[in-house]
């Protein structure tokens, strides 16, 4: 008999949790059983919006679903400073835990979550989306081949997107007591994670901020960048901001190959993703041309990359609950290698652009 | 009447002069009428090769070259180290001069090449050749429109090529007493100048090295990066490798739009290229893809991007000869900013990757 679908929780009416929502709507192996926001009413608004099943609950407090016994697994796009309170609770409840990135205000905190949900036997996921594409499947397979791609030399990654005067004023990102890392939380997670992701998770020796980031007023990253470097020689550097024309790239160049692309967070269209790379290229005798060109690489997906995300949790959580298995720690291993990078960049930029160790 | 064609006398038998020979029987104001090298043997041998005209001339030292009455400019694809000697004494000899890149050992040196040329009223432009290439116009209407782009905030350039191991120890470009920059010179010069080229030549506050340059036993770079800043709070990297597999990228993000290209120092094809624009670009409401999408152009060219250099530099020199007009200072100009930049990236590294301030 197939399993019966994981039941998640909403906790949170953000706007992620829409998207989040529906990708468990269409996920095969989870199911939407709950949301709880500070307000009944407005959990209410939400779950009528959002397509819950009318046998769904509406909870008015983060605490009376989290004591729900029907409901295995939370989703938590609460505002990062929250994260350590409510992930550690809804592991101390026995739920597993699906968290918005950045996960938390520091490695330390997110250590005490992880903490918690190891003690609890709970998985442990942050929301990072674009891992679960198959397009991102493929071209792993491209930067870990020896021959097309050969060892990696440099990543370069960045995300930025235009806010609105409203967010730049009243967004949680631009709070220093919600989501205290700004631009670099919000944008500059994606690129870190985009340069691990790169050099397969293997650790930078140091992390320098570029200088001249943007603050503001209270404090909080509007934009800024920095330079990572390996042991082996290899470097990357991102750029992330509040505060220019939407941009989403990764360039990962190695001894033998180069991939592009253009739209690594959210695919341009829901059901194809593509990604560029060129193997062993050069120019023409005369120095005239390229040879040979570099090739397109298009991947369709059924399910849109959220739906994968919520259907690799939910195969953990059911393999959990029905096999007893142990959670897998590979994703709480991911979210803090990158945590653990964010905090070396706001570090080094206290620092004086110093660079900051990264410990092996 | 028509003009008389510029004639041009080739001053080295280097791989580049080969490119550029065809570019000037190609352009169509401009002549290969001699070719000098230290062994008149090689000169009449590239003659040859190269389809010089019958009646060109060949000689077997530099000097001889220079003291032809009928020679109305040079081509210099010497190493960076003979640059300021050959410059100044073809400038000497009332001779217009086309330098390759990078120009000079440093920007003391390239002033003295420029005083030289001022001097005797002769016309100077660097090699540089994507920048006269029709798609970088059209670039430029993007970049400086401020509906379509807005004001530029970050930009990220990068060449590298996977050099083969023969280069790596016999190039001129990794010895220290031929072209001492290395791949900062020979790849990064384009970087640099990619980086100014979007941010319209207004220099930058500061510049910082990254950190982990790879340098070669004799002390040459053989890849390494920056960071650059501006007053206004614009921000920009480059890379430049001669480690890793071909790539050669820009991507300029301004307040309302992304221009990116993967082919700006070489198309990938010689009669057409394309850039990628977005305007305004955002998520859908959910979040599951873009609106727009990105824009694709196309320009073609009838001439390739070096027979537009020469027939640029070729058209200022008639002009001079024909009309008594002054020499473009544009050019000089734009090649003595990349210089400098140039210049401050070694000094970063030099002094452990200090900022370095540009003077204004």
Redesign the interface.
């Known amino acids: 008999m197939a399993q019966a679908p994981i039941r998640f929780g909403i906790m949170g009416c953000a706007e992620?949790a829409?998207?989040v929502s529906?990708a468990i709507t269409l996920a095969p192996n989870a199911t939407l059983a709950a949301v709880a926001s500070r307000s009944a009413e407005k959990a209410e608004k939400f779950a009528s919006a959002n397509n819950f099943p009318l046998n769904a609950k509406i909870y008015g407090s983060y605490e009376s679903l989290l004591d729900d016994p029907d409901i295995d697994a939370v989703y938590v796009p609460l505002p990062t400073s929250l994260h350590l309170k409510w992930a550690v609770l809804a592991a101390q409840k026995k739920k597993h835990v699906l968290l918005e990135k950045p996960v938390a205000l520091n490695v330390a905190e997110f250590d005490k979550i992880v903490e918690a949900c190891e003690a609890n036997g709970v998985q442990l996921m942050d929301g990072t989306m674009w891992i679960h594409h198959p397009r991102t499947a493929k071209m792993r397979e491209f930067v870990n081949d020896v021959e097309r791609f050969?060892s990696l030399?440099?990543v370069?990654a960045?995300f930025?997107?235009?806010a609105a005067d409203d967010f730049l004023k009243n967004d949680i990102r631009v709070k220093p007591d919600l989501d205290a890392h700004g631009a670099l939380g919000d944008a500059g997670w994606y690129g870190i994670r985009a340069i691990l992701w790169a050099a397969d998770y293997e650790m930078p020796k140091?992390v320098?901020a570029?200088?001249?980031p943007?603050l503001n007023d209270a404090g909080v990253i509007l934009?800024c960048?920095a330079?990572l470097?390996w042991e082996d020689?290899k470097?990357a550097?991102f750029?992330c901001?509040f505060?220019?024309?939407?941009?989403t790239?990764i360039?990962a160049?190695?001894?033998?190959?180069?991939l592009?692309l253009?739209?690594f967070i959210?695919?341009?269209?829901?059901n194809e993703a593509t990604f560029?790379t060129?193997?062993?290229?050069?120019?023409n005798e005369?120095?005239?041309?390229?040879i040979p060109?570099?090739s397109e690489h298009i991947v369709t997906t059924d399910l849109?990359q959220?739906a994968r995300m919520v259907m690799e949790f939910a195969g953990l959580v059911g393999n959990i609950k029905a096999n007893g298995a142990r959670p897998e720690k590979k994703w709480p291993t991911i979210s803090r290698k990158t945590q653990l990078i964010l905090d070396a960049v706001k570090a080094s930029i206290k620092k004086g652009?110093e660079?900051i160790g990264i410990a092996n």
């Open positions: 992620i829409r998207k529906r050969g030399k440099s370069h960045c930025s997107f235009a140091a320098t570029l200088r001249e943007v934009s960048g330079s470097c020689g470097v550097t750029y901001s505060l220019s024309n939407l941009t790239d360039t160049i190695g001894t033998k190959g180069t592009h253009h739209d959210i695919p341009f269209k829901e560029r060129s193997t062993k290229v050069g120019f005369l120095v005239t041309g390229w060109l570099p849109p959220e652009f660079p």
